[in-house]
């Protein structure tokens, strides 16, 4: 299969917020469900701009033709004393697990915050019974440094983050 890594621009804003749709229906370990985030295409094409803007943060796409079957976020802070780290989010349409499409997008995501200059750390949150996450993270060196505890709620179940860091 051949996929196409991207970055983000204000016109992908609707087929992003469909992937979100998608993409948050397919499992309870990411922070939205099947209603996605609750922006307007205005709004995400606005926020894409702002993203795509600064050395601080980046959104990547990974397409297949023109569908969004993965997305990567990274961000971090122009503050002097904080600019060193970099937090990531992934996701990736379940239909496309297994496939390589995850360790394509942290190739990208650990690339960009290498080009910065000045990123030292990333750092993650991924839910703890997430193995398959947990194991993809480790492969590209990042280590377990603590957890949050009750960090999402569905209905009468809580689900706890593991804190993951990697060094660069």
């Known amino acids: 299969m051949s996929y196409s890594v991207v970055l983000a621009q204000k016109e992908d804003a609707k087929g992003l917020l469909d992937y979100l749709k998608q993409v948050g229906s397919e499992t309870d370990y990411l922070l939205f469900d099947h209603q996605g985030v609750p922006m307007t295409i205005e709004q995400e094409e606005a926020f894409l701009n702002t993203v795509?803007?600064?050395?601080?943060?980046?959104m990547f796409l990974i397409k297949d033709g023109d569908k969004v079957i993965a997305n990567g976020y990274i961000y971090g802070s122009p503050r002097a004393r904080i600019q060193h780290k970099f937090q990531i989010a992934v996701s990736v349409l379940k239909a496309y697990w297994g496939t390589g499409?995850?360790?394509?997008?942290?190739?990208?995501?650990?690339?960009?915050?290498?080009?910065t200059g000045f990123t030292e750390t990333i750092f993650l949150e991924v839910v703890s019974e997430n193995i398959r996450a947990i194991k993809l993270y480790?492969?590209?060196?990042?280590?377990?440094?603590?957890?949050?505890?009750?960090a999402i709620k569905l209905e009468n179940r809580y689900l706890d983050w593991t804190l993951m860091r990697l060094d660069l």
């Not at 795509?52 to 980046?58: A, E, G, H, I, L």
């Not at 499409?101 to 080009?115: F, G, N, P, Q, R």
Request: proline share 3%; glycine share 6%.
């Open 52 to 58: 795509n803007s600064t050395p601080y943060s980046r």
């Open 101 to 115: 499409v995850s360790h394509i997008l942290m190739e990208t995501l650990i690339d960009y915050a290498k080009s």
């Open 138 to 150: 480790e492969r590209f060196g990042f280590v377990s440094y603590g957890q949050v505890l009750k």
